[in-house]
Structure formats: structure tokens, C-alpha cells
């Protein structure tokens, strides 16, 4: 049975614009899409940290480092400022792991990169949890 699993996410990342009457979703700095492993046009899941907005819409590459724009009515979603996760998923029958990029929220760059631990390590890391 396929289920959904994260593939990648860009944690912390804060809104650099809002387009409202713009032809498309969401423009983020595609080198942070290339570290996060989520490919242009993929949905994601945005995560608004500061409204609790959440929306499902698509990405694609623009704006130089650090852009994280949203556009047309996902503008609505956030202002300026606003901290977000970006998530994107994938289908399988078991977790193989993924990629989570803390951004440094004062410049949109990356603080730190984590992998997430695939289904047979992260049981062992459950096992021995207090």
C-alpha cells in the first residue's frame, strides 16, 4: 500500500513578497528547492507559523537568494515577514527518508540541513527514546 511520506521541507523560511495579481503561486530561491529535493512545479503544502494558514498550491523557481514570493490568491495566505514551513511529499510503501533545511529566518539562508532517518532507523531511534 502506497501512503504519503515527507520528501522534503524548507523549515522557518519567511515571505520575502505577496503578488496578488500574479499569474501563478509560489516563487522560492530554486537553490534552496535544489537543497530541499522539491522540484519546480511540485505541490507543496505551505505552513503559515505566524496566521496558521495552511494551503496546498504548487512552486516553482524565481527570484534570486533567499526569494520565498507568494502569489495570486495564495498572496492571501501571509504578508511580509511571516515565518512558514514548505513542505513537499511523495508516495511509497515505506519511509526512505528525506531532507529537512532549517532556514536562518533573518535572511532566508540555510542554517542547518537534517535528514530524516529512514522507517527501519527511525525504530531504532524510537526503541531507544526514554
Do not use: W
Amino acid at each position: 500500500m502506497l501512503r504519503n511520506f515527507v520528501q522534503g521541507k524548507l523549515h522557518g523560511i519567511r515571505i520575502t513578497q505577496c503578488k496578488l495579481k500574479y499569474n501563478g503561486s509560489c516563487e522560492v530561491d530554486p537553490e534552496l528547492l535544489r537543497i530541499a529535493g522539491i522540484s519546480y512545479y511540485e505541490q507543496v503544502h505551505i505552513l503559515n507559523m505566524t496566521n496558521g494558514s495552511r494551503i496546498i498550491t504548487y512552486v516553482f523557481p524565481g527570484g534570486g537568494p533567499g526569494q520565498f514570493t507568494l502569489n495570486g490568491g495564495a498572496a492571501r495566505h501571509g504578508a511580509e515577514g511571516d515565518e512558514c514551513i514548505i513542505v513537499a511529499y511523495r508516495q511509497e510503501e515505506e519511509f526512505t527518508g528525506a531532507k529537512c533545511v532549517i532556514i536562518n529566518p533573518a535572511d532566508n539562508s540555510v542554517k542547518e540541513i537534517m535528514d530524516y532517518a529512514a522507517a527501519a532507523d527511525a525504530l531504532e531511534y524510537e526503541a531507544a527514546a526514554p
